[in-house]
């Protein structure tokens, strides 16, 4: 019986373990592309998925986060991903951050990305920080 208990628990744990690697998200919806120091205007529908996404490569510092959640009736934010275009290291990748249309309106998003801002020691001057802003019209 204990082993029985003990096989079922690493079972459990191995499927929990198996779940957790890769992403998250399987359907980033309508892709919207972005850079940085830019303005995207992009519409989309009540109910549909979309993504914001940016070009990312940690390796030189990139590290872009959402600054702030939209406004929740327009629409509400799922999740961040990210993938790489290879496996080599060093390859540059996309950062996808991804949301649901909710009730018609607009709404600004704004990534941020602070280059170099967490390595170690600080480059002199600090990081360099820039913005994608996209604005989001639901209708």
Not at 23 to 36: L, P
């Amino acid at each position: 019986m204990m082993r029985r208990t003990a096989a079922a628990t690493l079972l459990g744990l191995l499927l929990v373990a198996g779940c957790a690697a890769g992403s998250a998200v399987s359907d980033y919806g309508k892709v919207i592309k972005g850079s940085a120091d830019a303005t995207v205007r992009a519409e989309v529908r009540p109910g549909q998925r979309f993504s914001l996404t940016v070009p990312d490569n940690p390796s030189v510092g990139d590290d872009w986060e959402l600054v702030e959640v939209p406004d929740a009736k327009v629409a509400s934010f799922i999740s961040e991903e990210h993938e790489g275009e290879s496996d080599l290291p060093g390859a540059g990748g996309t950062a996808y951050f991804v949301f649901n249309g909710k009730q018609p309106g607009s709404t600004e998003i704004r990534l941020r990305n602070c280059r170099m801002c967490r390595q170690t020691p600080a480059p002199e001057g600090g990081g360099q920080t820039v913005e994608a802003v996209f604005v989001i019209t639901v209708g």
